[in-house]
């Protein structure tokens, strides 16, 4: 090859060589630009909270006390429904465990058949909802102590079962100035001896003095204890009926249920949302899910939050899938 051809063909491919680069320039932009957005795209994954959906046992009350449904057949329906979080109510096997008044072995047996149950469809245990078995905030420090030592069971059965809370009402006096004493020290007598089977103690907003969220945060406060918290509901605020009971007659005076929700977060160890018509898009018509879980959300609340249906419109099984769909579509 001359010394002319040489020079040409060194030209070309020094011609071949910036376009090259050109292109690759063009295909490959900056790598800096690449790893910061992907730097932005995993911090908003890392700081996005993980929420998952439970089903609160409560959304078959009628199914079990009037269609006769097996509550043990809990963690069987409620993997069929797509759920893997389970969180029971004591109140629906009281027929069996009353009948036992309650004996060890009774409790025994209702913890070893609940965990097969739940061991055979790969459920997750979270909590038990405790009814009935004294009122905690009773002024009667005698009485109080009883109603506590009652609840000494329920611990233990939740931390048999895997559970990680059981969830408690504040019922006893309707007088804010006997009631915030009064549920502080009850709580702090069963957070005790629940402490050390690694349980907590978490108070619903279910009636009464404890539907006030301000009042019950001021308790949360006033307790002190990491075991102690709250499970906030989206629908029970009423904090007066007419009748001067906690569940019953009409409901005369509610508190906001946005501003509970929120005032009631920071204590939260699970989130129960509650329930009761749809309207034809799949939307709650008398609490705004979206506005609930974004304030769930803004709280960095990560774990799970529940269905809890408890409408008449629709069957419970409807109601139940409904509320998850709702859900669903929101987190996502």
């Known amino acids: 090859m001359n010394k002319r051809s040489l020079a040409q063909n060194s030209i070309l491919s020094l011609i071949a060589i910036a376009l090259l680069?050109?292109?690759s320039c063009?295909?490959?932009?900056?790598t800096e630009n690449t790893e910061e957005t992907t730097a932005e795209v995993v911090a908003v994954e890392e700081t996005k909270p993980d929420i998952k959906i439970s089903l609160a046992q409560w959304s078959m009350h009628k199914m079990i006390f009037e269609e006769g449904v097996d509550p043990y057949t809990f963690a069987e329906k409620a993997n069929k429904w797509?759920?893997?979080?389970?969180?029971?109510?004591?109140?629906?096997?009281?027929?069996?465990?009353?009948?036992?008044?309650?004996s060890e072995e009774a409790m025994n047996n209702w913890v070893a058949k609940s965990k097969a149950e739940s061991d055979?469809?790969?459920?997750?245990?979270?909590?038990?909802?405790?009814d009935g078995q004294g009122d905690i905030a009773v002024e009667d420090a005698a009485k109080r102590k009883e109603a506590v030592e009652n609840h000494y069971k329920w611990v233990d059965a939740a931390a048999a079962l895997g559970c990680h809370s059981i969830r408690v009402n504040l019922n006893g006096s309707?007088?804010?100035?006997?009631?915030?004493?009064?549920?502080?020290?009850?709580?702090?007598?069963l957070a005790t001896y629940a402490k050390d089977k690694n349980i907590n103690i978490i108070v619903e907003n279910h009636g009464g003095p404890s539907s006030n969220a301000k009042m019950l945060a001021e308790v949360m406060d006033k307790v002190g204890m990491d075991n102690v918290g709250t499970l906030p509901d989206f629908g029970n605020f009423c904090i007066k009926r007419e009748a001067g009971d906690y569940y019953s007659s009409k409901c005369v005076e509610e508190y906001d249920k946005y501003k509970g929700v929120e005032e009631l977060m920071p204590y939260a160890k699970g989130v129960s949302c509650k329930s009761f018509d749809?309207?034809?898009e799949g939307n709650e018509t008398t609490i705004d899910f979206e506005r609930m879980l974004k304030i769930v959300e803004d709280a960095g609340f990560?774990?799970?939050?529940?269905?809890?249906?408890?409408?008449?419109?629709?069957s419970e099984e409807e109601g139940i899938l409904a509320t998850k769909k709702l859900l669903e579509r929101i987190l996502e």
């Open 82 to 102: 797509g759920f893997d979080g389970l969180e029971y109510v004591s109140a629906l096997y009281y027929k069996e465990l009353q009948a036992a008044n309650f």
């Open 174 to 189: 309707m007088d804010p100035e006997v009631w915030t004493p009064s549920s502080v020290d009850g709580l702090t007598q």
């Open 26 to 30: 063009k295909q490959n932009p900056k």
């Open 21 to 23: 680069g050109i292109y």
């Open 120 to 130: 055979k469809y790969g459920m997750t245990n979270l909590l038990i909802m405790v």
């Open 278 to 280: 749809f309207d034809a």
């Open 302 to 314: 990560s774990g799970y939050v529940d269905v809890e249906y408890e409408g008449s419109e629709l």
